[in-house]
């Protein structure tokens, strides 16, 4: 697999629900070492869209791929090499650190398990509690553990689904210190959905805005700043959720 | 990049290992799960020990027939336990919320198959080894003297406790959380037309065909046949293996549809009601 390939390319994703249209003729390519912030309102389509990339979702129409591999129909010859957080699922409760680690880190087929649970509980001050049960630890010390299970197999690609909610400010500017450590590290790919505007503007060298499952813009956060005459992604942010003029209105 | 290569393999027994460790982890972890697994199947085989001991007083015919009672439940215990066994597997990633985890992984749904089968067999063993054993000392019935045909009756029973787990785990993907009942009620359907505690021959004519298109039923009558007249009937084993060929072949198929339908409609990610 050579550089040239994107790290993820989704190309015209649509995916309709009986509900309605959650996702709406995406399109865009995320070179590999790159990171990126998918932005948007609730049910605007974010967490649709890494459901597609993942190929836990199937498109209703469009196509997917990772590193190359049409996600639909070949994920298996890729999923190895990619790895996910999300607030959505939960590691066993009733396993410790440790097992939990052990058991995803056979599942993905890491060579020397102990060893690499050992690093990232060094890296990730999980030491500690490495033999407590997951369950009784803080929402903190879970997101932690969460996102060693998304290290262990040290991805190229790394989606994270709002990796920071429910952390206080320390703990979250903790997490975007060691998601930041890892990208450089690894030259991973990082695509981050996220309602936290600061940590986009901290960490992402490209925003996706999405609402109502189109993407209504697409650029560095500096050139998004300049566009909408904004001094935050957070004002961008409500200028493209509520529609430009309205949003100038109740800034004034 | 480590262990690039296993991961690659379209089945890998490593996987499925990593997955029975976790079910071994979280059987460790928690007393009542291993306790609920004697606690019923130890109920019923006293309840219909007693009931057969009272009978076997009372009744020449059946005094003739020992032990087609406890058999019985012995054998519906391994078809009932056995389904079980696999769909709690399942159901505990549910629970856990797991599975999203799981399905992003390199772990193949087959892999994923394989391993709620073997903890099927762990589940049952752990919970019917004592039973018979206290079967064996209460009432004098001892299941392994069945031998050879008890391993015929086992394969069978086991095959379709795995077929029918297996379409239930598929419906409960497709559908949610609100399908999770009938991992615990659809073997009752199967407990009246499979004929456990009576011949097939009390059933109308119409009924008959149903039971013999169910491969239990070919077992609890081969059971009837050695306890009451003392006959192997290989016949009615080959005629069940043959049918749960057919049923574990269709419900894999099922499974890996429902899968897909799952994706289509997004419920992987939605894993609530």
């Not at chain 1, 990339?53 to 209703?60: F, K, S």
């Not at chain 1, 190359?68 to 939960?90: C, I, K, T, W």
């Amino acid at each position: 697999m050579t550089n040239d390939v994107a790290a993820i390319a989704a190309d015209r994703l649509v995916k309709i629900y009986k509900g309605g249209i959650a996702v709406n003729g995406v399109s865009f390519s995320l070179p590999q070492g790159s990171i990126t912030g998918l932005l948007g309102g609730n049910g605007a389509g974010k967490t649709t869209t890494i459901a597609m990339i993942m190929g836990l979702v199937m498109p209703t129409s469009g196509q997917v791929s990772v590193l190359g591999v049409d996600m639909a129909r070949q994920r298996h010859r890729v999923l190895h090499r990619m790895n996910f957080e999300s607030p959505y699922v939960d590691m066993p409760m009733r396993l410790t650190v440790r097992q939990n680690l052990r058991v995803f880190g056979k599942l993905y087929g890491v060579d020397d398990v102990e060893e690499r649970i050992r690093e990232l509980a060094e890296q990730l001050d999980l030491v500690e509690f490495l033999d407590r049960p997951t369950g009784k630890l803080s929402a903190g010390q879970k997101t932690r553990v969460s996102l060693a299970k998304s290290l262990l197999n040290k991805p190229e690609i790394l989606l994270l689904d709002e990796p920071t909610a429910s952390l206080d400010p320390d703990t979250a500017d903790w997490v975007r210190g060691r998601l930041e450590t890892y990208r450089r590290q690894r030259h991973a790919t990082i695509l981050l959905a996220s309602h936290n505007m600061a940590e986009v503007e901290r960490l992402c060298e490209r925003v996706i805005m999405m609402k109502r499952g189109k993407i209504e813009d697409d650029d560095t956060p500096q050139r998004l700043l300049e566009r909408y005459g904004r001094e935050t992604l957070e004002e961008v942010f409500l200028d493209i959720a509520r529609g430009r003029g309205e949003a100038r209105e109740a800034a004034q | 990049m480590s262990g690039r290569a296993s991961v690659y393999s379209a089945f890998s027994f490593g996987r499925i290992g990593a997955m029975i460790l976790r079910y071994y982890y979280l059987m460790r972890s928690s007393w009542p799960r291993l306790l609920e697994l004697i606690y019923w199947p130890m109920v019923q085989m006293l309840m219909w020990g007693f009931l057969q001991s009272y009978v076997d007083q009372n009744a020449s015919f059946f005094a003739k027939a020992g032990g087609t009672f406890i058999g019985a439940v012995l054998l519906w215990d391994i078809l009932f336990r056995g389904q079980l066994g696999f769909s709690v597997s399942f159901l505990e990633e549910m629970w856990a919320r797991n599975m999203g985890n799981l399905m992003m992984s390199p772990l193949r749904p087959l892999e994923f198959v394989v391993a709620l089968m073997v903890m099927s067999l762990v589940r049952l063993a752990i919970g019917m080894v004592p039973v018979t054993l206290v079967a064996l000392w209460l009432f004098n019935f001892n299941l392994y003297g069945l031998g050879f045909a008890l391993a015929a009756f086992f394969a069978n029973l086991i095959f379709t406790s795995w077929a029918v787990g297996i379409l239930v785990s598929g419906l409960i993907l497709r559908n949610g959380m609100g399908a999770e009942g009938l991992a615990w009620t659809i073997m009752f359907l199967l407990l009246p037309l499979t004929c456990v505690y009576y011949p097939v021959s009390i059933f109308p004519g119409w009924l008959q065909a149903v039971a013999w298109a169910l491969p239990p039923t070919y077992v609890f009558e081969g059971m009837r046949a050695l306890l009451i007249e003392h006959v192997f009937r290989a016949d009615l084993m080959l005629m069940a293996l043959a049918l749960n060929l057919f049923y574990f072949g269709i419900s894999v198929i099922v499974f890996l549809k429902l899968l897909d339908a799952a994706r289509r409609h997004g419920s992987l990610i939605q894993t609530g009601e």
